[in-house]
């Protein structure tokens, strides 16, 4: 969500042109033809692959999962549902950022809308600017729809005009469609935390997110289908055909395609070489993609799903309503939050494990919010509960659902980022704020090193994959595993934004085994890629990660002392629910 935090950063030194309003508006009368999912993904191919895989493993239960926590087995799948997908492609997702791996990503999608497949594509609209605007490019191929959520009005050449003409209604441009998935014929489907672009799939060259999806077979992608048809045919959501025209998003490929030519010529006469040529790609890469960069994505190969290995479990799907964000602007303008849980009706009725599960999404349900029913099952833990939340900004009723879990004897961990780590720095003092209360009241805190070999090494995975050589590393996982037995992955914060303002989506999955495989992973990314903050007579101390030759010290690891003053001094400014 970088890109997020710089544009509101930007909006707060434009407050003073607040009063002048928006320069322009959203479409009126916007036609919106109606579709929905395949009703049945019987008949095939991928549908006869999951019931052919479900009865070799003799399997109780009708959904499969299977935790994705690598690079190359997030794009892979993503491969392997674009190449075997013979009815649908439904994608919806908060940023696909126009580079060298999503260029392959779009290339496949453009070849199943050839073959006959729909592809349905529905994206948040605060990152569709600049370069990142050609992704829109697809919505005039034969074959596939495109919607944007929650759109900005205006042009689209940066993030600094758009937010410039929208000042005025800041409060739209705060709420945001943070769901991912990314669904195969109604009966596969991908959802977890990486958006899609370099960053998310370990091939950036100056910084990378540790992610974490699931891949989901099966009943369970009708809930999930459901709930992208719920936003799809929204009133929020507007076919780019009515925001945008094909003459912009030329005049944006010929600005995009000049930056890079200069680029080209200036790194050729600093090398005292020919300039390369321009790589092709659908969409262009960014200027910072290079031919290994190309050469990676391409040669990605599509995961075997013949091969991959699903746990067969119990599960539902939480889901925020689309009418979480206001659909008009104004002042009479009110929220109409609710929560989406499906019901666990592939199970046994006479499994405990099922039993379990229902009583979990039966106490969701009562729930406003994603995050508000994720805090009613953190009521229900009772020995573990290990956390990720690149974005922790705990607010009062989290920090009691924290307090009333540890007064039950609940060992409570976090895995979060480092100030140096944090794409978003303000969001870090946020946390900061809370994080003294919290280690009092024995919650046990881990803060991600930055700076690490690979994006694999900080979770300590030697198969997961790394980045283009060393580069930075920043958390992005939203995962959650209570006792041992109940994994949770989405893309929800455990903070106010995630709470109030953004919609989200997780997967609940009732399976030991496949919370012993999270929680290995990201206990040993705590003890060898994380430090482990304390209190030491009252003062904070940062434990150095196992291993890493590091010393412990009593200030925010790897951060410059700058940007330590520039929180300091501006942090108090920013309200949590803000952050």
């Known amino acids: 969500m970088s890109s997020f935090y710089a544009l509101f950063g930007r909006s707060i030194a434009l407050l003073v042109l607040v009063l002048q309003g928006a320069c322009a508006q959203l479409p009126e009368h916007v036609d919106r033809p109606v579709s929905t999912a395949l009703s049945s993904p019987n008949g095939t191919a991928l549908e006869a692959l999951v019931q052919q ?17 690598g690079p190359p087995a997030a794009y892979g799948s993503r491969l392997a549902l674009i190449e075997g997908a013979q009815k649908t492609l439904d994608l919806q997702y908060y940023a696909i950022h126009a580079d060298a791996s999503t260029g392959r990503l779009v ?47 205006g042009a689209r050449g940066s993030s600094f005009a758009r937010a410039l003409n929208s000042i005025g209604d800041a409060s739209r441009i705060q709420q945001r469609m943070h769901n991912k ?43 999930l289908s459901r709930s992208f048809d719920s936003y799809w045919n929204n009133e929020r959501a507007y076919p780019v055909q009515s925001l945008v025209k094909r003459s912009e998003l030329e005049a944006i490929r010929e ?20 300039p390369p040529p321009t790589p092709e790609a659908e969409p262009k890469p960014g200027a910072a993609s290079t031919p290994a960069q190309l050469a990676r994505a391409w040669d990605e190969k599509p995961m075997d799903l013949q091969t991959a290995r699903f746990v067969w479990a119990p599960a539902v799907m939480l889901a925020d309503q689309p009418g979480k964000i ?11 939050p609710g929560l989406v849980v499906s019901q666990p009706g592939d199970a046994a009725s006479s499994s405990r494990r099922a039993a379990a599960l229902e009583t979990s999404s039966d106490l969701a349900a009562g729930s406003d919010t994603v995050v508000e029913g994720l805090l009613q099952l953190i009521g229900q833990a009772r020995t573990d509960l290990l956390i990720i939340s690149p974005y922790f900004v705990p607010g009062p009723d989290m920090k009691q659902a924290f307090a009333a879990a540890r007064s039950r004897g609940v060992r409570i961990r976090v895995l979060t980022n480092s100030l140096s780590s944090n794409d978003a720095p303000v969001a870090h003092v946020g946390y900061s704020r809370h994080r003294e209360d919290l280690l009092r009241m024995g919650v046990e ?67 030991a085994e496949l919370s012993r495989a999270a929680s290995a992973q990201i206990e040993r990314g705590m003890r060898e890629g994380s430090w482990r903050v304390e209190l030491n007579d009252g003062s904070l101390v940062w ?36 952050l």
């Not at 600005?255 to 006469?269: G, V, W």
């Open 326 to 336: 206001p659909a008009d602007k104004g002042a009479g303008t009110t929220r109409a």
């Open 181 to 223: 998935l990314f669904l195969a014929d109604n009966v596969l489907g991908v959802t977890g935390g990486r958006n899609l672009g370099d960053a998310y799939f370990g091939n950036a060259l100056k910084g990378n997110y540790i992610d974490v999806d699931i891949l989901a077979a099966g009943p369970i992608v009708r809930d």
């Open 255 to 274: 600005r995009a395609q000049q930056a890079d030519r200069e680029l080209a010529d200036e790194s050729a006469r600093a090398q005292n070489s020919p």
């Open 53 to 69: 895989r479900r009865k070799a493993d003799g399997a109780r239960f009708e959904s499969g999962f299977l935790l994705l926590a």
């Open 543 to 578: 434990r150095a990660p196992e291993g890493s030759g590091l010393k412990d010290t009593s200030t925010e690891p790897d951060a410059s002392l700058t940007l330590r003053l520039l929180l300091r001094l501006f942090g108090p400014l920013a309200p949590d629910q803000l």
């Open 445 to 511: 805190l881990y803060e991600l090193r930055s700076e690490q070999t690979s994006v694999g090494n900080a979770f300590g995975s030697s198969g997961s994959g790394g980045s283009l050589g060393e580069s930075r590393s920043m958390l992005h996982s939203k995962v959650l595993v209570m006792d041992g037995r109940l994994l949770v992955v989405g893309s929800m914060n455990l903070d106010l934004r995630s709470q109030l303002q953004n919609t989200e989506i997780a997967l609940l999955v009732r399976s």
């Open 107 to 153: 290339r496949g999608l453009r070849a199943a809308a050839e073959r006959g497949v729909r592809v349905r594509i529905l994206l948040d609209d605060l990152h569709s600017t600049g370069r990142d605007a050609l992704v829109l490019g697809l919505a005039f191929v034969p074959n596939i729809e495109m919607r944007l959520f929650n759109p900005l009005a």
